[in-house]
């Protein structure tokens, strides 16, 4: 995916910089949008996360829609001033309807406590793609193109300061970045009057559980600490 295609996909306006509410979406039926990617999902198509998940449970847009249980929307603050930006829903995900729950949900929460951030207040948690690819393989560029409109609504709905990226298919698709994410983790990218930083997956650091200086947990404390003190900078200013 080139730059320029990144930017078509995701190069979102938050909501308070225009002063006015969004502009009416184009001539689209609104039944369309989950029958077919051809069909754009303009901006201001949805109200309400409840709208857009009545879509996602019976969208098919592409392929993952024949294999979902449950689509997976989100959790968390629908005003929250973080939104946390994963890959895909896994089988636990799927069957609940609830992203990052599980083993991983749980270090997540920690992770955020840890700093007295949590998702009644401070965090909305998405993903990429809002089926769950079979085998839990990674998302495919058309199938995130084809998601892609939610996401955009869910970030304009949401419209946080600070979106966090989990994993190498939320860092291509959202700020264009293709490097592995132990080059990039921990780095601020100020996009769309927005501030990006690529984090590890929980999924990760349970995979690697040591605490020593340079290791993944470690860097993760190094980054949940960088991330609150941004949030506490943009609301004191």
């Not at 340079?214 to 609150?228: F, H, T």
């Amino acid at each position: 995916m080139s730059n320029e295609e990144q930017i078509s996909l995701f190069d979102v306006a938050p909501a308070s910089s225009a002063g006015a509410p969004p502009m009416p979406p184009a001539e689209v039926d609104p039944e369309l949008i989950p029958t077919s990617a051809k069909v754009p999902i303009p901006v201001g198509t949805y109200n309400s996360m409840e709208k857009m998940a009545e879509h996602c449970n019976r969208c098919h847009r592409c392929d993952l829609g024949e294999y979902r249980t449950n689509a997976v929307i989100g959790r968390g603050n629908l005003s929250a001033p973080i939104m946390l930006i994963g890959e895909g829903p896994g089988q636990t995900e799927d069957e609940t309807g609830l992203p990052f729950t599980g083993k991983s949900g749980q270090l997540l929460e920690k992770i955020l406590a840890s700093v007295k951030l949590t998702t009644e207040t401070d965090v909305f948690i998405c993903n990429i793609v809002k089926c769950r690819p079979p085998e839990n393989r990674v998302p495919t560029t058309e199938e995130a193109r084809a998601c892609s409109g939610y996401l955009r609504e869910q970030i304009r709905l949401v419209d946080p300061k600070i979106i966090l990226l989990t994993g190498a298919t939320a860092m291509k698709n959202l700020v264009g970045i293709k490097q592995g994410i132990t080059k990039v983790r921990g780095q601020w990218i100020e996009q769309d009057e927005r501030f990006y930083m690529p984090i590890f997956h929980p999924a990760y650091l349970l995979r690697n559980p040591s605490r020593e200086k340079g290791a993944p947990k470690w860097l993760m404390w190094q980054d949940i600490q960088a991330i609150k003190a941004k949030l506490d900078d943009l609301k004191s200013a």
